[in-house]
Structure formats: C-alpha cells, structure tokens
C-alpha cells in the first residue's frame, strides 16, 4: 500500500499529477481544491495517498490532510460513490464541508457536487452519520508534511511546499470531548455530532458546546 507521495512535480493535467520521487514518477489523482492548493510544476508537494487496487487498474488518489484521506475511504464505501464522485464531493465541500453536512444530516449540500444526484447524497447521510463523529474527533487533521531528502538539490527547506502541507492550526478540543460526553449521556453519535457542529465555534470550551448541543438535542415542546 501506498500511503504518502513525496516529490517534485513534472506536470498536472485536469484531475491528476505525475509527482517525481527520485526519478519515478507516480500519476496521483487529486480534487479541484486539492489541485489548486498544489505549488507549480518543478516544485516540492506531499500528498497522502489511497491506492485503488482492481483487476485491471492501480489508481492513486492524493489529498492533504488525513481526515480527508479518511472521508475518501468512507465516501466510497457507499453505494453509487466512486472515487471520482467522491473527490468531487471533497472538492466541493472540502474534509470540513463534508464532515458538518453529513453530521447535519444536509444531503443538499453533497448533491451539489458534480455527478452526485439529490438520491445518491441522501443515502451517504444515511449511512455515513453515526461514523462522521469519529472523523470529527479527528480535528483539523494532521497535514501531509514534506521530507526535503526526496529532493534533489541543496534546498533544505525547498520553496512552494503547499500551506496545505504545512502544519495546520490545531482544532478545537472541545469538538471531540464534547462529542464523548453527548454520547457517554446516552445520545446517538450521529445526533450529538450534528449538534456540535451546529453550535461549536473555534475558541468555545467544552462546557459551553456541551450546554448549547444539549438545547438542541432537548425534546421539542
């Protein structure tokens, strides 16, 4: 399994890039936002990868962060989702786009990206929102980070490395202890991961995400 690309960048076409490591050159196919994060060719960039493994083809998709790597994994085991639909959720939405509509139960908002039908994005919610919590508590996700002795050349630190390769702010805390405690109360993953991603805002304490998930999560009249 292929799990991380590091190199230079020979060339990028519509959907894909051919990343040089050491005088091998990989084709890794990436979403629009994945693809407009990338530094121009001739240029250092790491991608985290998934390799899809069929009998006629090997396939390798990139992303930058490992909670996007994990949305890829989870979007394709759903019925009517394969990988090209799956990035292009993830290039519409990105990792955090796709982690609050499907805690939200907004299956709108997925059927907006190219080739997903109203049908198809009902069922991801469906079978996908009890296990967005799991992602959630992942935080910002830990970025794919670059390691300069696949480049050759003196460069120690080698220009146009992505942000998204660099380190990314680290995510609120509360989101996964709040999560831990909605469902330690007894409330459905899935339920208490809309909540928190519905209320929860970047410097927000525990405590404080957990009052205003449990007003939601409150019976109605």
């Given at each position: 399994m ?7 960048i ?5 959907d894909h890039?051919?990343i040089d ?9 990436v979403?629009?936002r ?20 069929r009998?006629?083809i ?8 490992l909670v ?9 085991s ?17 990792a955090d786009?796709?982690?609050?509509a ?5 299956w709108?908002?997925?059927a907006?990206?190219?080739g ?18 799991a ?6 996700g830990?970025s794919?980070?670059?390691d ?10 080698p220009r146009?490395v ?15 202890e709040?999560?831990?405690?909605l469902?330690?109360?007894?409330y ?17 304490a525990?405590g404080?995400v ?12």
């Amino acid at each position: 399994m292929i799990g991380k690309i590091s190199g230079r960048i020979d060339y990028r076409g519509t959907d894909h890039v051919l990343i040089d490591v050491r005088g091998v050159g990989y084709v890794v196919y990436v979403s629009d936002r994945v693809m407009a994060s990338l530094p121009p060719n001739g240029e250092a960039a790491a991608l985290y990868t998934d390799l899809l493994v069929r009998e006629d083809i090997l396939q390798l998709f990139g992303f930058t962060t490992l909670v996007e790597k994990e949305w890829h994994r989870l979007l394709t085991s759903v019925q009517g989702i394969g990988a090209k639909a799956s990035l292009s959720i993830l290039g519409a939405l990105g990792a955090d786009g796709v982690s609050r509509a499907i805690a939200l139960g907004d299956w709108n908002a997925l059927a907006k990206a190219r080739g997903v039908g109203p049908k198809t994005a009902q069922r991801v919610v469906n079978e996908l929102k009890d296990k967005a919590p799991a992602v959630m508590a992942m935080g910002a996700g830990a970025s794919v980070e670059l390691d300069p002795s696949v480049i050759d050349d003196s460069d120690t630190v080698p220009r146009g490395v992505p942000k998204s390769a660099r380190a990314a702010p680290k995510a609120n805390p509360a989101q996964s202890e709040a999560l831990s405690a909605l469902v330690n109360l007894g409330y459905g993953p899935g339920d208490a991961a809309g909540a928190v991603m519905e209320v929860i805002t970047p410097d927000m304490a525990t405590g404080d995400v957990i009052r205003a998930a449990l007003k939601l999560l409150a019976p109605k009249g």
